[in-house]
């Protein structure tokens, strides 16, 4: 079974812009999770999505949005790109549901630098 | 709010010796504990989840174990390729997921 699929893996873009992110999740997995990783915060939970639905939300300014699409594929948006928004962001995909398995399992990540 | 401690944050170990990471806890309802490990520029790998205090899983050199307030991660015999960051993780009774910071292990020939 192929894993969590990112893309793209790396992205340079500069303050101001705007920039999409998308994740493929294992097959049959309905949650999609993002985080963003940080040298100095570690993972932080930035959303989930269980079938086209926002089931929970971090603590992340409105800049940051996502969505997931009919087949579960899911993307992220940040608008108005800040410094501080160079990080390693991370998807990662669960069967989801009630009752349904608790681990996820996580894709390569995209590796954005804001300049 | 669910919090996640691991220490130390850092681990030396030489090719042989056996140690420990800790893993200390406090979430509302506790649905799950995870330990990954995660190479540099990777994403993490899933090692375990634990549901219930007393539950214990192994795989190869490593071992992990849950109790109520924390969760240990014993590395026997590690390996130079054992070196990584171990990430722990817990998900709560609202769903969140909330991650330690990491402990980065490195193993010395």
């Known amino acids: 079974k192929a894993g969590v699929t990112q893309t793209p893996r790396y992205l340079i873009k500069t303050r101001g812009q705007q920039v999409t992110l998308s994740c493929s999740p294992i097959s049959g997995h309905r949650s999609v999770s993002w985080y963003q990783q940080t040298p100095g915060q570690g993972l932080q939970f930035l959303f989930e999505y269980f079938s086209e639905t926002q089931r929970n939300k971090g603590n992340f300014p409105g800049r940051f949005s996502g969505r997931q699409f009919s087949n579960s594929r899911s993307e992220m948006n940040v608008s108005t790109l800040e410094l501080g928004d160079s990080a390693l962001y991370l998807c990662?995909?669960?069967?989801?549901?009630?009752?349904?398995?608790?681990?996820?399992?996580f894709g390569p990540g995209t590796r954005l630098l804001v300049l | 709010e669910d919090q996640v401690t691991q220490s130390p944050e850092a681990l030396r170990l030489q090719e042989g010796e056996s140690s420990s990471l800790n893993c200390s806890y406090t979430v509302s309802g506790l649905r799950g504990l995870f330990w990954y490990r995660q190479d540099p520029g990777k994403g993490p790998e899933f090692l375990f989840t634990?549901?219930?205090a007393g539950e214990e899983k192994e795989k190869e050199r490593l071992k992990a174990t849950l109790t109520k307030k924390e969760s240990f991660l014993h590395i026997t015999a590690p390996k130079p390729e054992d070196s990584a960051t171990y990430l722990c993780?817990?998900?709560?009774?609202?769903?969140?997921?909330?991650f330690g910071i990491g402990t980065k292990l490195q193993v010395i020939p």
């Open positions: 634990l549901y219930s």
């Open positions: 993780a817990v998900r709560g009774g609202y769903q969140k997921v909330t």
């Open positions: 990662a995909s669960r069967p989801g549901g009630t009752g349904g398995e608790e681990t996820q399992y």
